[in-house]
């Protein structure tokens, strides 16, 4: 198993293989106004902007992975490595009969992060993991606009 590509965008589908994107490639996410959190929360420790996307990818599978279920995990870290948001999930690898000799199945996987708060203005990467194996990762930033 290997990644074939990932990336973030405002809008994704799946229709039957054909992936339909908007918005898509974007790296940088620009903080306008102050988020207005909970009540007691200090300030200084409200969210500094909200992820509104998806994370796309492409998975590349040998027929000899296929006809199982993975296991795989989107982990959001900061710049200092810490955890912002993490979820898991399965999905079966359908083995697709009379594939080309040496061709990889390519599976699409979607994963909805809107509304995920990020705690500070910086760098933050997207990490997947499937089956407990790092397979890449995809950096974005949080700015300030003024």
């Known amino acids: 198993m290997r990644l074939g590509w990932m990336l ?3 809008y994704a589908e799946d229709n039957r293989g054909l992936i339909n994107i908007s918005g898509a490639g974007w790296d940088t ?37 296929t006809g199982r279920d993975l296991a795989f995990t989107v982990i959001i870290i900061d710049a200092d490595g810490n955890e912002v948001a993490k979820a898991s999930g399965q999905a079966h690898i359908a ?18 992060l809107g509304g995920i708060p990020l705690p500070k203005f910086g760098h ?23």
């Open 95 to 112: 083995k697709i009969a009379d594939l080309p000799p040496g061709w990889l199945q390519g599976v699409n996987m979607i994963v909805p």
């Open 29 to 65: 996410i620009e903080a306008r106004a102050p988020i207005v959190g909970a009540p007691g929360v200090p300030d200084d420790q409200q969210p500094k902007a909200l992820i509104q996307g998806f994370l796309v990818m492409r998975l590349l599978f040998h027929p000899t992975e």
């Open 8 to 10: 973030l965008s405002n």
């Open 124 to 146: 933050y990467s997207v990490v997947v993991l499937a089956d407990n194996q790092h397979v890449g990762d995809l950096s974005f930033r949080v700015l300030k606009k003024y």
